[in-house]
T-cell receptor, first 111, second 117 residues
Framework: DAKTTQPPSMDCAEGRAANLPCNHS???????VYWYRQIHSQGPQYIIH???NNETNEMASLIITEDRKSSTLILPHATLRDTAVYYCIVLRRDTGNQFYFGTGTSLTVIP | DVKVTQSSRYLVKRTGEKVFLECVQD?????MFWYRQDPGLGLRLIYFSYDVKMKEKGDIPEGYSVSREKKERFSLILESASTNQTSMYLC????????????????FGSGTRLTVV
């Protein structure tokens, strides 16, 4: 599975959009990009995933570049409850679906 | 609501004890996984299973074993607990094959924080 690179930490003002980048330059054609987040002392929670088109759900938007080598998770109006560690993962869906997590980005939403 | 349930939220055990961490999922998922999470190291895969009675080593299997006698249950066993196994343990499950247009990511349990003294 492709490796991912994320900044270790970011801050965002409450009410503003949080844009979390992820590089996955070795991604292959059948690998999906998944985003999870982990709030302190809880298990990781699914946010969104995509293959090559941009995706949006009630939690976030996922923007994947045309060459698929990077993506950005957008939380449109960050709240204090969005403070968490955000993980970007690439996953092959035709295999055993093994996620290999990196260390993620610690997002702090500031009042 | 579908979920993955880990039997204990907090656990304290003594060095040398045999420890069982239990995980149950109610989603009929084929895959089940055990991770440990330590500060600065992210989540590291210990073992996973893609079918009943099947198991595969992850990145850090030493000191651990697993058991999957039923599809819904995946147990992590610390044969002789040591202080360096103090950690947060996370269980997860997922589908193994594409079935529908749905999310094939993981569903995680809430974690078991194990302290070995």
């Amino acid at each position: 599975d492709a490796k991912t690179t994320q900044p270790p930490s970011m801050d965002c003002a409450e009410g503003r959009a949080a844009n979390l980048p992820c590089n996955h330059s070795t991604i292959s054609g059948n690998e999906y990009v998944y985003w999870y987040r982990q709030i302190h002392s809880q298990g990781p929670q699914y946010i969104i995933h995509g293959l090559k088109n941009n995706e949006t759900n009630e939690m976030a938007s996922l923007i994947i570049t045309e060459d698929r080598k990077s993506s950005t998770l957008i939380l449109p109006h960050a709240t204090l409850r969005d403070t968490a560690v955000y993980y970007c993962i690439v996953l092959r869906r035709d295999t055993g679906n093994q996620f290999y997590f990196g260390t993620g980005t610690s997002l702090t939403v500031i009042p | 609501d579908v979920k993955v349930t880990q039997s204990s939220r907090y656990l304290v055990k003594r060095t040398g004890e045999k420890v069982f961490l239990e995980c149950v999922q109610d989603m009929d998922h084929e895959n089940m996984f055990w991770y440990r999470q330590d500060p600065g190291l992210g989540l590291r895969l210990i073992y996973f299973s893609y079918d009943v009675k099947m198991k595969e080593k992850g990145d850090i299997p030493e000191g651990y074993s697993v058991s999957r006698e039923k599809k819904e249950r995946f147990s992590l066993i610390l044969e002789s607990a040591s202080t360096n196994q103090t950690s947060m343990y996370l269980c997860a499950s997922s589908f193994i094959r594409i079935k529908h247009r749905a999310n094939y990511g993981y569903t995680f349990g809430s974690g078991t924080r194990l302290t070995v003294v």
